[in-house]
């Protein structure tokens, strides 16, 4: 099953751009993914790349593209959403 996200570009190439706009790459461990969650106050999580091939997962990104796009001053994923939202669906995906 290939993943296919709002903008059209390859997974491989999302992660490698945010991978190359942010300075807190090397302490995100391989095949994990840094994404910043909330509406104002943003925090910080670390999750499995797997994630994101899950349709839950893929809503919120879909949900986010079209409210803001993909800009990502932060260097990782922005999800803007609550962060109990986010976590109830990420307890969904182990």
């Given at each position: 099953m290939a993943i296919r996200l709002p903008s059209g570009l390859p997974v491989k190439q999302i992660?490698?751009?945010?991978?190359?706009?942010?300075?807190?790459?090397?302490?995100?461990?391989?095949?994990?993914?840094?994404?910043?969650?909330?509406?104002?106050?943003?925090?910080?999580?670390?999750?499995?790349?797997?994630?994101?091939?899950?349709?839950?997962?893929?809503?919120?990104?879909?949900k986010t593209e079209a409210e803001f796009g993909f800009n990502h001053p932060m260097g990782g994923l922005t999800i803007h959403c609550r962060q109990d939202t986010f976590l109830n669906i990420t307890s969904t995906l182990r």
């Open positions: 992660l490698s751009r945010l991978a190359l706009s942010g300075n807190t790459v090397h302490d995100v461990p391989k095949g994990f993914l840094a994404v910043y969650v909330g509406e104002s106050q943003k925090k910080r999580y670390i999750i499995p790349v797997s994630y994101v091939n899950k349709p839950q997962f893929q809503q919120l990104l879909h």
